[in-house]
């Protein structure tokens, strides 16, 4: 078996590996499909978590088949098709613990069903499943940005989750949303996920635009664009003051972007307008909510994934997931099946 592993600065390494023996209490999941994520990127370029110089597992966008069930283990049988939610799992599968998803078996430790281990419905395959970790983040960005039919939306930055946030705002029934970002690659993404416009904000005047696409709106002597929420999934350090700069009254912001340094924040400009700023981190509820939409939205998801690996390739995927013109990097963790 193998675990790809940060050994330090960027130096990620797929090392031969030996999974565990299971407990009473956990699952073995065969894994089937693993996203890439923004954060695993992150995480290289610091040395891993949570103190760099530590050997820290990574993979935490896993789906795949159970392989053992330990026999206190409630509600879960061999051959099961399931998502790992490993915000569930004590291990932190993926994020510091000893578990890491890009593996071909994954040990569950304490599994639970409806809580670390999710059941896939039929006719999803296992990448669209493995699409449930970074769409569950988009999702409770969403559901933090307290949104209604009708409401105009901004999207700040199209990586995987920016666009899931268009894909659950526009499968809410909200269609004015913009969406931006630098890379035209992902501003198509964005149209063809059902955005009414997506810009380069670099290239344009964005209060501008967004004063033509959502409207103005008076408030307190001064003139605010008509956007309902603006969401913060690309972590640029002038947003905040750019969203500040032109919100209508009672307007909300939320943060999703792990913004490195602190940014500017002009409260004083912000009193006029009362608007709410908030943030959102990871899916505390989300993920059932995810799985339930995915036989509705699956060509959609399927869509979002622009890459397609093996386990034996995943630090070529790696690379590939760096550059802007990719979208969702799915490496196949299951070499042997067809
Ligand atoms: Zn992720």
Redesign the pocket.
């Known amino acids: 078996m193998r675990l790809l592993k940060i050994h330090g600065v960027g130096d990620a390494r797929l090392d031969a590996y030996e999974r565990p023996a299971a407990g009473p209490t956990d699952v073995v999941v065969k894994m089937k499909a693993c996203?890439i994520?923004?954060?695993?990127l992150s995480y290289i370029k610091i040395g891993g978590i949570p103190t760099p110089g530590t050997v820290t597992a990574l993979g935490?966008?896993g789906a795949g088949e159970v392989l053992e069930v330990g026999a206190e283990v409630e509600g879960i049988s061999v051959g099961d098709p399931v998502v790992v939610n490993p915000m569930m799992t004590p291990g932190n599968i993926g994020s510091g613990g000893p578990e890491g998803a890009f593996t071909e078996e994954l040990l569950v430790r304490e599994a639970r069903l409806g809580a670390s281990i999710l059941p896939i419905p039929a006719g999803i395959s296992y990448e669209i499943a493995a699409m449930c970790?970074?769409l569950a983040?988009a999702m409770h960005g969403v559901n933090r940005a307290e949104v209604n039919p009708g409401d105009k939306v901004v999207v700040f930055g199209c990586g995987p989750i920016g666009l899931g946030m268009v894909l659950w705002l526009v499968d809410r029934g909200i269609t004015n949303v913009v969406a931006l970002d630098l890379t035209p690659e992902r501003r198509e993404r964005a149209l063809a996920l059902g955005a009414q416009a997506a810009l380069d904000p670099t290239k344009v005047d964005l209060r501008a635009e967004l004063a033509r696409l959502h409207g103005e709106v008076p408030s307190y002597g001064r003139v605010g664009v008509g956007t309902d929420a603006f969401i913060d999934a690309a972590g640029a350090p002038n947003i905040l003051s750019d969203v500040v700069a032109m919100a209508k009254f009672h307007s909300r912001m939320v943060i999703t972007a792990a913004h490195m340094k602190p940014i500017e924040f002009p409260a004083g400009r912000m009193l006029t307008s009362e608007m709410t700023i908030t943030t959102a981190m990871g899916y505390p509820t989300e993920m059932p909510d995810v799985i339930a939409a995915m036989p509705r939205l699956k060509d959609k998801i399927a869509g979002m994934i622009s890459h397609r690996l093996s386990l034996s390739d995943v630090i070529e995927g790696l690379k590939i997931a760096a550059t802007p013109e990719s979208c969702k990097v799915m490496i196949n963790c299951d070499e042997g099946a067809a």
């Open positions: 996203g994520c923004g954060s695993d935490h966008e970790e970074p983040v």
